[in-house]
């Protein structure tokens, strides 16, 4: 966290920011977040694999997003609106992260104008994958979502199981093998 913060800001204020998160370890399969908590923290990656997930009554998942080292993992929306999350944050793996309070948050961010210009550049980050992912939702067959997906997150394809992938990219497991089979051959 240290590295990736004294990027963005300086670095007495990396160190006030350090100094509030609490360092934790999460097995695989383990929740940072489940639907319907009011989530009060969020935290920074150090290693492990994360993804946002979905599930509804029938007990079908949807993965909205895979966090990987050095990515932040929070129920944004709810935390700031103190309402439910709506999704889970699961560990794809065991992994360690780094925990900060929201409200320790908001004690620092106005201690520094650096914060806020550090919250707008993670939120615009955001905003492009976001808007991207719908973009390729709405455009791109089920083929091209996956060489696409295979082209920025080359890593990704050998650290998640394949039926947590296909959930990614908005198709069946079985149409995953399909589109791999045909594009190996």
Not at 4 to 10: A, D, G, I, Q
Not at 11 to 20: C, D, H, S
Not at 36 to 62: D, Q, T
Not at 108 to 127: G, M, R, Y
Request: aromatic share 12%; net charge positive; proline share 3%.
């Amino acid at each position: 966290m240290k590295e990736f913060l004294n990027n963005l800001v300086p670095k007495e204020q990396a160190k006030k920011l350090i100094a509030l998160g609490k360092q934790r370890t999460l097995a695989e399969g383990d929740y940072l977040v489940r639907a319907g908590e009011i989530p009060r923290k969020f935290a920074f990656v150090s290693s492990g694999l994360f993804r946002y997930v979905y599930i509804n009554e029938k007990g079908m998942e949807f993965t909205k997003n895979i966090i990987e080292e050095n990515g932040f993992i929070v129920s944004y929306s709810s935390m700031i609106n103190e309402k439910a999350s709506h999704f889970y944050i699961e560990a794809l793996e065991d992994s360690k992260i780094i925990e900060l309070k929201y409200s320790d948050w908001l004690k620092i961010k106005d201690s520094h104008p650096c914060w806020n210009t550090f919250l707008v550049q993670l939120l615009e980050h955001a905003f492009i994958i976001k808007e991207a992912r719908e973009r390729d939702f709405l455009l791109l067959d089920a083929p091209t979502r996956f060489q696409n997906f295979l082209q920025e997150n080359p890593k990704l394809v050998r650290r998640a199981k394949q039926n947590i992938i296909a959930s990614y990219l908005g198709i069946q497991p079985e149409s995953l093998s399909r589109i791999k089979k045909k594009l190996s051959s």
